[in-house]
T-cell receptor, first 113, second 115 residues
Framework: AQSVSQHNHHVILSEAASLELGCNYS??????LFWYVQYPGQHLQLLLKYFSGDPLVKGIKGFEAEFIKSKFSFNLRKPSVQWSDTAEYFCAVNAGGTYKYIFGTGTRLKVLA | GAVVSQHPSRVICKSGTSVKIECRSL??????MFWYRQFPKQSLMLMATSNEGSKATYEQGVEKDKFLINHASLTLSTLTVTSAHPEDSSFYICSARLRSSYEQYFGPGTRLTVT
């Protein structure tokens, strides 16, 4: 069965620290990849997406992610986090020609001011 | 653009009653809508996929008779939790996608509490 794993469940960083959140999926075919953010009390918002082309994808709010096909990974990065980045981050994969998403377990990020 | 709304945002009901949750795409026509359930501190679990004008496709383990889904128009899907029990208490989130798009747009969610 297809699965998506996010290894970091809780991350605590100080402002200005660099961030990298891992996302790995299990599917050998073509995939579409997404990172969503859920701020406290708010709905899921798309940070960035990858369908094809340049494996380094830039999203909103200074986030980027790199698709490494050989590693089945789509890690999220930000060079310098801010207190306002405190939120939960979800990786999602759409695979097999379906429109369904499979979500990772999420990573709760807390940024200390 | 691509805004999805849900109503109500919070609902408390008594055990044994039914609750209807609405999901609307406000500024686009949604070919497909999805219903998710999110348990506290856990990820989103897909419950069902709803295509306009046809029966919903439920994920394994989701009781179709308990979670009734109707997608009567391209902008509205409803989820009815029938004969609700305390274990149905959860955060229910819908999403919608445009025709020929893989991207989903999410609603703000509905917090259901069954007492």
């Amino acid at each position: 069965a297809q699965s998506v794993s996010q290894h970091n469940h809780h991350v605590i960083l100080s402002e200005a620290a660099s961030l990298e959140l891992g996302c790995n999926y299990s599917y050998g075919g073509t995939v579409n990849l997404f990172w969503y953010v859920q701020y406290p009390g708010q709905h899921l918002q798309l940070l960035l997406k990858y369908f094809s082309g340049d494996p380094l994808v830039k999203g909103i709010k200074g986030f980027e992610a790199e698709f490494i096909k050989s590693k089945f990974s789509f890690n999220l990065r930000k060079p310098s986090v801010q207190w306002s980045d405190t939120a939960e981050y979800f990786c999602a994969v759409n695979a097999g020609g379906t429109y369904k998403y499979i979500f990772g377990t999420g990573t709760r990020l807390k940024v200390l001011a | 653009g691509a805004v999805v709304s849900q109503h109500p945002s919070r609902v408390i009901c008594k055990s044994g009653t039914s609750v209807k949750i609405e999901c609307r795409s406000l500024d686009f026509q949604a070919t497909t809508m999805f219903w998710y359930r999110q348990f506290p501190k856990q990820s989103l679990m897909l419950m069902a996929t709803s295509n306009e004008g046809s029966k919903a496709t439920y994920e394994q383990g989701v009781e179709k008779d308990k979670f009734l889904i109707n997608h009567a128009s391209l902008t509205l899907s409803t989820l009815t939790v029938t004969s609700a029990h305390p274990e149905d208490s959860s955060f229910y989130i819908c999403s919608a996608r445009l025709r020929s798009s893989y991207e989903q747009y999410f609603g703000p969610g509905t917090r259901l509490t069954v007492t």
